[in-house]
Nanobody
Framework: HVQLVESGGGLVQAGGSLRLSCTAS????????IAWHRQAPGKHRELVAKMPSGGITNYADSVKGRFTISRDNAANTVYLQMNSLKPEDTAVYYC??????????????WGQGTQVTVSS
């Protein structure tokens, strides 16, 4: 079983930056993908950024040019660098990953989330 733990959330003023971290309990090199999602109170969860193992990273239109997803395999960590933050970015941010350790045995894992609040 894979554990994902997010950190780095907090309160920041509009225009500021934060870097979120998601650390996995095992190597992240075999994940099918690693992604960041967010959910504001009363709203559905939305995909923010997704980095497939062998594909092209994609971002939600609302964060393109401002957010960057990256990884440090040695640290078993994925990051979300968030720049030029806006109040609309306020949400709980979750990391998630998919793993296929055995053929046709695919598992999805989620962290508990970290709160990001952007003030105007």
């Amino acid at each position: 079983h894979v554990q994902l733990v997010e950190s780095g959330g907090g309160l920041v003023q509009a225009g500021g930056s934060l870097r979120l971290s998601c650390t996995a309990s095992r190597s992240i090199t075999r994940f099918n993908y690693i992604a960041w999602h967010r959910q504001a109170p009363g709203k559905h969860r939305e995909l923010v950024a997704k980095m497939p193992s062998g594909g092209i990273t994609n971002y939600a239109d609302s964060v393109k040019g401002r957010f960057t997803i990256s990884r440090d395999n040695a640290a078993n960590t994925v990051y979300l660098q968030m720049n030029s933050l806006k109040p609309e970015d306020t949400a709980v941010y979750y990391c998630n990953a998919e793993l296929t350790p055995i053929i046709e045995k695919t598992y999805e894992f989620w962290g508990q989330g970290t709160q990001v609040t952007v003030s105007s």
